[in-house]
């Protein structure tokens, strides 16, 4: 068959509700076949969309099937690899559009500093994929090393539990890929339109909820993996590193009693054309929302009976973050209940939902390819029918649950089994200068596995306790503070990497943050917030969403240069989704809004009622009216605060030495005396 004919060769539709479903068969020669649906999200549009098809071709049609360029670029690349084999070869520093989409499957995003003028200097930025964010001390130190010897000295914790590693150039990348794989790590997945990395509490409690919530999120992890084999042969020139399946993995893969699977073919799963977009899934505990539940395409929760002995998950579906400015038709969405199912039955059911969105996400427009809009489009009833039919049962109803808490899994802990784990806030994600060097000779003195958060956090694994003091002292000196001394705004605040390397970025994001934090700080003292007082701030560079800003209860999300959305509503338990309160706001002009809102939080709110609560219950549309007639905190509300600078040149040295820290001399002199009072305390203790 010519390649002309394959890519005007389309298939019967197929109505899951039309009462028959064809017998599965595919061949890795007819792949490239593909069937033509109506566009799921709107009865009345006219664009025809496509899905890849497990089922054989019945006949001819004469309509041509529209496709995003991307589905085109997959069809024809031999599993991702051509041409991303060939462009890694060249002298140029770059690589050409098509190998740019084909290296995301390969965990890398080709990147330039946009910071720099005249001619681009290209780089790429590599994405690590750590299920459960574990993280061996082999792996740690390999990705420390080449932070170091081929990026730019830093490493970045993301906030899908991952490394990401920026500034490797080209003719680096083979070298620095295949480090990783020999070190136990991977980068597979962890871009590109596939299941990315699977999230878990990364607390290492030795607890039987929590290792069955870690254990399934390392086995859906390994059921959706890509099997054909590009990935080795790019950067280890075929040479395998995958250790051994669970043999209920390797079943659940090979089951095709739902007519799930393309057999025969190197991609049982995903086909040649794979997903029509990225896929994000996350496994947690009861009350535990440390992983962002409901912003992923599946939230998977562990169900236990009276003696905390796991008996199944609830099973949720359809949440996603990324939006397109000025296009209503694009949103963020919280996932939603779609059912029960039994612990042993979890693989089966979650491929189940993925192969109803391999088979029916739109693949003609990108902006409408994820999960969301076909739960959007559908609704959860025709999505939970049509997704039965491949998992083979009935989902059973939703058990229930306690209500939720964001849980920061910072400072220390014990793990259950005689041993400590110790959370540490990195701002940012960002592990660069003193922070670096003392988590590396931590890590490597005592041989310690680490973890990374959903919150761009690590975690030191299986301490001793006699280590305990020492890791304590070393991490104090290294600038890693115990919790209680970070800025709570700090604790739970997020930003997206942005400018300058990110090509989607319209504005700052982590490089703005830490002043956007000391302005959010200073407001709260001049309305009269007390230190303690914290909300959730999360900013992004774009609408896409990488920091989850539609989670929080302040969103800030670049809309132009130095210009943001303001976002509001989300809950400190992520369990509300926020909404758009102004548009265009100038980063000069954002006190003329902070103001107001926080003024009127501390005047109006309900008892220990959050800022995203009190601004869901007052409503925007009055929140408006206070942010317009707004004329400046009284006088009256102002709070008495201790004077810390008694002289001119105490309060100029301090305010230097806080400038280096982007800390206000206020906030640096209250560190310093917290910090002092805390030694005092430990030395009476000990």
């Not at 701030?537 to 539609?550: K, L, M, S």
Request: proline residues 6%.
């Amino acid at each position: 068959m010519s390649a002309s004919s394959i890519n005007s060769a389309t298939a019967l539709l197929k109505d899951p509700n039309n009462g028959f479903r064809s017998s599965s068969c595919y061949s890795s020669s007819y792949s490239r076949l593909l069937e033509i649906r109506i566009n799921p999200l709107s009865a009345s549009s006219s664009p025809a969309s496509i899905r890849a098809v497990s089922m054989p071709v019945k006949k001819e049609t004469s309509v041509d099937a529209k496709r995003s360029k991307v589905e085109i670029i997959k069809e024809q690349s031999n599993y991702i690899r051509y041409p991303l084999n060939e462009e890694l070869l060249t002298d140029a520093p770059n690589i050409n559009e098509a190998a740019t989409q084909l290296i995301k499957f390969h965990g890398s995003y080709q990147q330039y500093n946009r910071d720099e003028r005249g001619a681009r200097s290209y780089s790429f930025m590599l994405r690590t994929k750590n299920p459960c964010g574990k993280v061996s001390n082999q792996l740690y130190l390999a990705m420390d090393d080449l932070a170091d010897q081929f990026g730019i000295g830093t490493l970045r914790l993301t906030t899908r539990q991952t490394f990401q590693l920026h500034g490797v150039i080209k003719k680096d990348l083979k070298t620095v890929m295949s480090t990783i794989i020999r070190n136990m790590g991977s980068t597979l997945g962890a871009c590109g339109d596939l299941n990315r990395n699977v999230l878990a509490p990364a607390a290492s409690f030795v607890r039987t909820d929590y290792l069955c919530a870690q254990e399934t999120a390392d086995n859906i992890a390994a059921l959706l993996t890509p099997q054909s084999g590009f990935y080795y042969d790019m950067w280890v020139d075929g040479e395998q590193f995958m250790t051994a399946e669970p043999p209920e993995v390797v079943k659940a893969r090979n089951d095709n009693s739902h007519g799930t699977n393309f057999p025969d073919s190197a991609e049982p799963i995903y086909g040649t054309q794979f997903l029509p977009r990225k896929f994000k899934i996350a496994v947690t505990v009861p009350t535990d929302n440390s992983v962002d539940l409901f912003t992923n395409d599946i939230g998977v929760v562990v169900v236990s009976d009276d003696n905390g002995e796991p008996q199944g998950f609830n099973i949720y579906v359809g949440g996603g973050m990324g939006r397109t400015h000025r296009m209503e038709t694009t949103f963020p969405r919280l996932a939603e209940p779609l059912g029960y199912v039994p612990k042993a039955d979890i693989l089966y059911a979650v491929k189940a939902i993925v192969v109803t969105q391999r088979e029916n996400g739109r693949r003609d427009d990108r902006r409408y390819s994820r999960l969301k809009y076909l739960l959007d489009s559908w609704g959860i009833e025709k999505f939970r029918s049509v997704a039965e039919q491949y998992y083979g049962k009935k989902f059973e109803p939703l058990r229930e649950l306690p209500e939720w808490e964001f849980k920061s899994h910072l400072g220390w802990h014990e793990q259950g089994d005689g041993r400590l784990f110790c959370g540490l806030h990195v701002d940012n994600g960002r592990v660069k200068g003193i922070t670096k060097k003392t988590l590396r000779e931590i890590i490597e003195k005592y041989n310690l596995n680490v973890r990374i958060t959903p919150n761009q956090n690590i975690i030191l694994c299986d301490v001793r306790p006699s280590w305990k003091r020492p890791i304590t002292v070393a991490l104090a000196q290294g600038g890693l503070l115990p919790p209680t001394y970070v800025d709570p705004l700090n604790i739970t605040a997020m930003a997206c990497p942005a400018l300058p390397l990110c090509p989607l970025a319209i504005t700052e994001a982590e490089r703005g943050i830490p002043d956007l934090l000391k302005r959010v700080r200073g407001v709260f003292e001049k309305v009269g917030l007390p230190y303690n007082e914290s909300i959730v701030v999360r900013v992004t560079g774009c609408p896409n969403g990488c920091a989850r800003p539609y989670m929080a209860e302040l969103g800030l999300v670049g809309d132009g240069p130095n210009s943001y959305q303001i976002w509001l509503g989300g809950t400190p338990a992520q369990t509300s989704l926020a909404r758009t309160f102004m548009n265009k706001v100038k980063i000069q002009d954002l006190e003329k809004v902070f103001e107001p809102l926080f003024y009127s939080w501390r005047m109006k709110r309900k008892s220990k009622e959050s800022f995203g609560d009190f601004t869901n219950r007052v409503g925007f549309e009055k929140l408006e009216e206070i942010v317009g007639k707004w004329e400046g905190v009284p006088k009256s509300s102002s709070r008495y605060y201790l004077k810390l600078f008694t002289d001119k040149e105490t309060y100029e040295a301090v305010d230097a030495l806080a400038r280096i820290e982007n800390k206000s001399a206020h906030q640096l002199a209250m560190e310093v005396i917290r910090n002092f009072a805390a030694s005092q305390q430990n030395g009476k203790s000990q």
